[in-house]
């Protein structure tokens, strides 16, 4: 079973600021990873996914992760954040189908 | 095209009570997972399931739990005789077949936050 490290459980940030959430995983077997955001009460929504390709992939808003094999991480970045990116982040490892493996979560807290 | 719905939102039981959540997948979508949320840690896997059959139930626990996906209706995750430590959200997320998606895409629906006094 994989096992995924999120680093921080939490994150406060000025609004404007640069932020990277760390995520690290325990094999180098090919992965396929991902990112959900949580906000409070709701589920999960995807945010962005690695498959192939390209090591770094980005969101429609202003998120981007890069895929690093040789540090098995998938850091999750965003330049500036805003106060509506206050959230809890998950970062998630699938080897197997149909199971995605999460870690514990970042909660991301933006302050004005 | 509505999302993946889960019901009831909330759910309160006693201890010894049986609990059933209920699970309607996304239109098109005929794989649906279960996952456990205890406070303050991740999702754990719990069962994925297609239309009928149990695919890989390896995160149930042994005792009191199940789950199934009918031909017809929602998938139902079943826990009888529920404990305190039972309580906790529970997802749903679901998936399209193979070959017309990545089947581990997978959409979650609001959850099932479950309360055992």
């Known amino acids: 079973a994989q096992s995924v490290t999120q680093l921080d459980s939490q994150v406060p940030v000025f609004e404007e600021a640069p932020v990277e959430l760390r995520c690290n995983y325990s094999s180098s077997v090919s992965v396929y990873l991902f990112w959900y955001v949580q906000y409070p009460n709701q589920g999960l929504q995807l945010l962005l996914k690695?498959?192939?390709?390209?090591?770094l992939v980005e969101s429609i808003n202003g998120f981007e992760a890069e895929f690093n094999k040789s540090q098995t991480s998938f850091h999750l970045r965003k330049p500036s954040v805003h106060i509506s990116d206050t959230a809890e982040y998950f970062c998630?490892?699938?080897?197997?189908?149909?199971?995605?493996?999460f870690g514990r979560g970042t909660q991301l807290t933006v302050w004005p | 095209n509505a999302g993946v719905m889960q019901n009831p939102r909330h759910l309160v039981r006693r201890r010894g009570q049986e609990a059933r959540l209920r699970c309607s997948p996304m239109k098109g979508h005929s794989h649906v997972y279960w996952y456990r949320q205890l406070p303050e840690e991740g999702l754990k896997f719990m069962v994925y399931l297609q239309k009928e059959n149990i695919i890989d139930e390896s995160g149930m626990p042994k005792e009191r739990f199940s789950a199934e996906f009918p031909k017809e209706g929602p998938s139902i995750l079943r826990i009888q005789q529920v404990v305190r430590g039972d309580s906790a959200a529970y997802f749903c997320a679901s998936s399209p077949p193979p070959g017309q998606g990545f089947i581990n895409e997978q959409f979650f629906g609001p959850g099932t936050r479950l309360t055992v006094l």
């Open positions: 690695y498959l192939s390709g390209s090591t």
């Open positions: 998630a490892v699938s080897d197997h189908p149909g199971r995605l493996y």
